[in-house]
């Protein structure tokens, strides 16, 4: 107990330090620059604590139970021996944390409305849910291939560059294509599944993977699988976009 007191405290100053900046750099510009009185300093006050114990609670639980557990269940499926059920994992993994992404859905529903409003879509709310879910699922399922496809890169052992370059030159071709309105939502969606929830569960995984197989190296094999799961929905949010017409 006393040592899960002393990780949380040392969270809770951690949180305090990675925020000092951004209230140096408000309160720089709102006293120095504009020269003018904090609006509602009490709710302001308040806000931030919350703000910090938020952050201090969620490094406390990825410490604690996220990061663990992905590691864990990655070994135990190296050492279980089948590709199968590790590659399932892999994506269900991908898809899940990525659908329950808050970032993805907060993007998602206003591309939806953006959509609507442009007359790209119909200006019902059914129309604009269900391509506000359809965004989502495609997010979702790609960053799921891109998970199976980092777990495949540790398994063979593949070079994480030309994977990378490939992806890439495969961004610039279908950015060609790709009707004009999906390209920025498509480019921003490899933005927001890097998130609170996806990036966590991803590295643990790859980290963990990485050290139960023999021959591999946590720091040079357990890292990368972010960079895929960052560039796979940019793809397919395009394709989905071509296939809206």
Same mark, same amino acid.
């Given at each position: 107990m006393g040592r899960q007191l002393l990780v949380f405290f040392q969270a809770l100053i951690g949180s305090c330090k990675d925020l000092l900046p951004i209230v140096v750099v408000i309160a720089f510009f709102?006293?120095?620059?504009?020269?003018?009185p904090m609006p509602n300093i009490l709710d302001i006050f308040i806000g931030l604590v919350f703000v910090v114990l938020g952050l201090t609670f969620f490094i406390y639980g990825l410490e604690m139970g996220l990061f663990p557990?992905?590691?864990?269940m990655a070994q135990?499926?190296?050492?279980?021996?089948?590709?199968?059920?590790l590659i399932t994992f892999a994506f269900c993994l991908g898809f899940g944390t990525t659908v329950a992404e808050p970032a993805l859905i907060a993007v998602a529903e206003e591309a939806a409305n953006v959509a609507a409003a442009g007359n790209i879509i119909e200006q019902t709310e059914a129309a604009q849910s269900e391509y506000a879910n359809g965004l989502r699922y495609t997010v979702a399922f790609s960053v799921g291939f891109a998970i199976v496809l980092g777990v495949l890169r540790i398994l063979r052992g593949w070079p994480i560059h030309y994977l990378?370059?490939?992806?890439? @030159?495969? #961004?610039?071709? *279908? +950015?060609s294509f790709a009707p004009r309105w999906i390209i920025g939502i498509a480019y921003d969606s490899g933005g927001?599944?890097?998130s609170t @929830?996806? #990036?966590?569960? *991803? +590295?643990?995984?790859?980290?963990g993977l990485a050290s139960a197989i023999k021959g591999r190296n946590p720091m040079i094999d357990g890292f990368g699988l972010i960079a895929f799961a960052s560039l796979t929905p940019m793809?397919?949010?395009?394709?989905?976009?071509?296939?809206?017409?």
């Open positions: 709102q006293f120095v620059v504009l020269q003018q557990i992905g590691e864990s135990a499926f190296a050492k279980k021996g089948s590709i199968f059920w990378i370059i490939s992806g890439y @030159i495969i #961004v610039v071709i *279908v +950015t927001v599944t890097t @929830i996806t #990036v966590p569960l *991803v +590295t643990a995984l790859g980290v793809i397919f949010v395009m394709i989905y976009g071509m296939v809206l017409g």
